[in-house]
C-alpha cells in the first residue's frame, strides 16, 4: 500500500520570512508526529533555511520549488542540488506547469534536472499535466504521457523508486476548477499504466502519483480515495494552516478506511 503523500507548494508567498515561519509553525503544530500520511512544505527558497529551522523534530519534509541541473558554476540566480541539501531539503518540484508554460521550461530540461536532484539525493516531485486547449482536443493521454516519457529518460526501474510524480491539469491549477475525482482517476490510471509499461510492475506499484489543482479541504477525501490518487500538491490551499491541515487529516481518515 502506497502512504498518501500532501505536499504544499507556497509559490511565491507568503511576503516575509516571519509569515513563512509562523505559516510553517502552525502546520508544525498541527502535523505533531504524525507519519501515516507524509507531508512537505515547499517555500520559496529564500525562506528554506528559516523552515528548516521550524521543522527541527518534525517529520514534515522540506521541498523546493525548482533547481538547476548543474553543480555549480556561472548560472546567475539558479540554484544547485547540493545548495538545496544544505539548506535543509529533502526534496524539490521539478516542471511545474508554471515553470514550463511560464518560463518555458522543456520535459528535456526536467529530466536534467530529474538526474541531478537524484544525485543530490533528493526527493524530485516531477509535475506532468495538460492544459485546456489539450483537453478539450482529446489530447490529454498523449500529452501527459509524452512528458511523462521524455520527463523520465534514461532513468532506471531503481531509481524511479525515489521519484514522486505530480498530475496537475494546468486547467485546475489555482483556477478553482478541480478535476473531478473519476478525471483525475482515468489520467493517474493512465499514468500508472505507463509506468508499467516502462519500468515494470512492481516499480509501477510503488510509485507516489499526487494530484494537484485546486485541491481544498472540502474535495480532498473524494480524490485521495481514488485508487491510483496518493496524494496531492497543494498551491492555494497550503498558504492557510487549517486549509491545509485540513487536508491532511482528510488524507488520515482516508488511510484510516483504507481505499477500496
Ligand atoms: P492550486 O495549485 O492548489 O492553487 O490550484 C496547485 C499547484 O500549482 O501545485
Redesign the pocket.
Known sequence: MRPLFIAG?W?MNPGTSEAAVALAEAVKAGVGQETRVRVALCPPSVFLNAVDGVLENSPIGLGAQNMHWKADGAYTGELSGSMLVDAGCTHV?LG???RRHGMHETSQEVNEKLKAALAAKLIPIV?IGETLVEREAHKTDEVVGTQLEESLKGLTAEEMNGVVL?Y?PVW?????K?ATPAQAQHVHAFIRSMLREIFGEATASRVIVQY?????PENAADLLACPDIDG???????LKAADFLGIINAGLAVTAKGKA
Open positions: 507548494n509559490k518540484i511545474h506547469s508554471e509535475c505530480a496537475e485546475a491549477i489555482g483556477t478553482g478541480t494537484g489543482g485546486s485541491v481544498k496531492s500538491l497543494v498551491g492555494g490551499a497550503s
